[in-house]
């Protein structure tokens, strides 16, 4: 096995965590009923049949094939780029982990329930942002990872001389 591969456990952490906080939620939240934890912070079991910020959600149940079919792909892809990493390239390496960890991990739910279970609901006031839950997290701290990544591996590419013109 590729030694980046290692870096799946991660992926797999992701996987179990999320499915058993959406477990216990499911088990311990009555459906669309708010728990105040915070005065900006509740949980609220939700059933998202859309993508993020519930993209899609309204229509007749095609999407669930959709999302899932860009789950597999990006999942596959990623693990193939994560196989291709250098051994230093650790910060790309769980960036990658955590996203695959994190599209799995909603896969299954659109796979066996037909929709993501999302249980975090942060609001001002009366304005609310849209539910999610950790693999949603996963996902985004993962693309946040690969972007500033690359803004450093753009860096570390130019010469010192780059981007500058010389005098005449």
């Not at 007749?60 to 899932?68: D, I, K, N, S, T």
């Not at 539910?131 to 949603?136: E, G, M, R, V």
Request: charged share 15%; glycine share 8%; hydrophobic share 50%.
């Amino acid at each position: 096995m590729p030694r980046p591969l290692r870096w799946l456990w991660l992926s797999l952490a992701v996987i179990l965590l999320d499915l058993g906080i959406k477990a216990l939620a499911s088990a311990n939240l009555e459906y669309g009923r708010p728990l105040e934890i915070l005065p900006i912070f509740n949980l609220t079991l939700l059933h998202n049949t859309g993508a993020a910020f519930s993209f899609l959600a309204e229509h007749a149940g095609w999407q669930r094939w959709l999302f899932a079919l860009i789950a597999i792909g990006a999942s596959i892809g990623l693990t193939v780029w994560l196989t291709r990493l250098k051994r230093g390239e650790v910060p790309t390496a769980i960036s990658l982990a955590l996203v695959i960890g994190g599209a799995i991990g909603n896969l299954y739910d659109r796979l066996v329930h037909g929709y993501v279970v999302d249980y975090l609901s942060f609001h001002w006031g009366p304005h609310y942002y849209p539910a999610f839950n950790l693999a949603d997290s996963a996902i985004t701290l993962g693309a946040v990872g690969l972007i500033l990544q690359s803004f450093f591996d753009s860096r570390r590419t130019k010469t010192p001389d780059q981007g500058t013109r010389e005098k005449s």
